[in-house]
């Protein structure tokens, strides 16, 4: 089983219509928890980073965090054409300053005009 | 400001052939990193260096070799190439750690 599992989709939405995007993850030391969105035949980049358990919100997108059920989902509100990409979930064990990235495996969305 | 750039973009090389992917940051970065991604399996980590002079193994370093040449640089050799390392290679660089991570625009690779 891995660490992060995140279901790949493909998932298409009308445009306007609020997106959830789901990760579930196994181990309870992760501690910080990242959304990256990657357009095709680019890098990801960093979209939000939260700690803790709750919602943090950044204008049209906002990423909730549930420790206690292991799930943590981002929303985007509104959503746009140009939200279509693959969006990837990720988490950090830190140590003592050892640090351990894991990623989903990531979810391809597309906005439909 | 480039941030984080990487050269070759694509490459194809016959197996057994050798090659250094080249990665350089501008953002006066402590730690740098190399990742693989393949269908279905996510961004795996290949080698780091949590600063300059240090490099460490990541998830799946057997095949690859790394050298942080100094605080800007951080490249990455595959000594004889295989076609299990057909994949796309992404850089990234970080200032205190992996959870703000920025990554360059990935180098296709290609092994027949």
């Known amino acids: 089983q891995k660490e992060v599992e995140q279901d790949p989709g493909p998932l298409s939405v009308p445009e306007g219509a609020i997106v959830s995007l789901n990760c579930t993850y196994s181990?309870?030391?992760?501690?910080?928890f990242m959304w990256y969105r990657q357009y095709s035949r680019k890098g990801p980049e960093l979209l939000m980073y939260t700690y803790s358990s709750g919602n943090k919100e950044d204008g049209r997108f906002t990423a909730q965090v549930d420790k206690s059920s292991k799930y943590i989902s981002l929303f985007i509100r509104d959503s746009q054409p140009s939200d279509s990409a693959t969006y990837l979930c990720?988490?950090?064990?830190?140590?003592?300053?050892?640090?351990?990235?894991?990623f989903g495996t990531g979810t391809r969305l597309t906005i439909i005009p | 400001n480039a941030g984080v750039t990487q050269t070759p973009k694509f490459q194809v090389l016959k197996t057994g052939q050798s090659m250094t992917l080249q990665c350089a940051q501008d953002m006066n970065h402590n730690s740098m990193y190399w990742y693989r991604q393949d269908p279905g399996m996510g961004l795996r980590l290949i080698y780091y260096?949590?600063?300059?002079?240090?490099?460490d193994k990541g998830e799946v370093p057997n095949g690859y070799n790394v050298s942080r040449l100094n605080k800007r640089e951080f490249s990455l050799r595959l000594e004889s190439a295989a076609p299990s390392q057909t994949s796309v290679y992404f850089c990234?660089?970080?200032?205190?750690?992996?959870?703000?991570?920025?990554f360059g625009q990935g180098t296709r690779l290609t092994v027949v």
């Open positions: 990234a660089s970080s200032i205190r750690g992996l959870t703000e991570a920025f």
């Open positions: 990720a988490m950090v064990i830190s140590n003592f300053g050892n640090e351990k990235l894991t």
């Open positions: 260096s949590a600063s300059e002079g240090t490099t």
């Open positions: 181990n309870s030391a992760f501690q910080y």
